[in-house]
């Protein structure tokens, strides 16, 4: 079954800095990528996806690319503020056939 | 308003004392999923659900039942909880890929 990797798992930037998660998932029929934020006492909530037909997509200050060949995906945080510190988490998952498998997840911290 | 709940949001038990946890979900989702999340492990399912009466396995189902009679509803029962089931449990659902998490259950079993 699909097996996805996530570093680090910590990671303080200075505010105004740039913030990189990075996967590597196992199943190379995987073909959704969906990234999770889970804000301290909340429940995980979607702030990004990408599918396996393009190779980067971005939403204001965050932006996700897949590389399928290496099968790793990284999400990208510019700008970073202090709202941006939480768990996040990615998955993969063949498209409607299969649970999502998560990451470990990654607690990121913003100093101000 | 579209939404996952549980309940309830916090429980303190004993152990073999059993217990459920409910879940609903009013968007007419055919998937549903239960998950515990512990310190470094991240979210792990339990017992996930494709449609009404349709179980299966996640990765860690030791200790827990489920049941899907009705396409809004997915209880995880405990029968006989033990100390390692204190955990935080998040119920989801989802009709395509992006998942709709619940509140949350933090459960301490004594």
């Known amino acids: 079954g699909e097996n996805v990797e996530q570093h680090p798992s910590t990671l303080s930037v200075q505010e105004g800095d740039s913030a990189v998660i990075k996967c590597t998932y196992s199943d190379s029929a995987s073909n959704y990528f969906p990234w999770y934020k889970q804000e301290l006492g909340k429940r995980p909530q979607l702030i990004i996806d990408?599918?396996?037909?393009?190779g980067e997509k971005k939403d204001q200050r965050i932006a996700v690319t897949l590389n399928k060949t290496a099968k790793h995906f990284s999400l990208h945080i510019t700008e970073t503020q202090p709202e941006d510190s939480a768990v996040y988490f990615c998955a993969a998952v063949v498209s409607g056939n299969t649970p999502l498998v998560f990451g470990k997840g990654t607690r990121l911290s913003v100093i101000a | 308003e579209a939404q996952v709940t549980q309940n309830p949001r916090y429980l303190i038990t004993v152990t073999g004392k059993k217990l459920t946890v409910t879940c609903s979900q009013n968007?007419?989702?055919?998937?549903m999923s239960w998950y515990r999340q512990d310190p470094g492990l991240g979210l792990r399912q339990i017992y996930y659900s494709m449609n009404v009466e349709v179980t299966d396995k996640g990765d860690v189902p030791e200790g827990y039942k489920v049941s899907r009679k009705e396409k809004r509803n997915f209880p995880l029962i405990l029968e006989s909880p033990s100390p390692n089931q204190t955990s935080l449990y998040f119920c989801?659902?989802?009709?395509?890929?992006?998942?709709?998490f619940g509140p949350g259950t933090r459960l301490t079993v004594t």
């Open positions: 989801a659902s989802s009709r395509g890929n992006e998942q709709y």
């Open positions: 990408i599918r396996s037909n393009v």
């Open positions: 968007m007419n989702h055919e998937y």
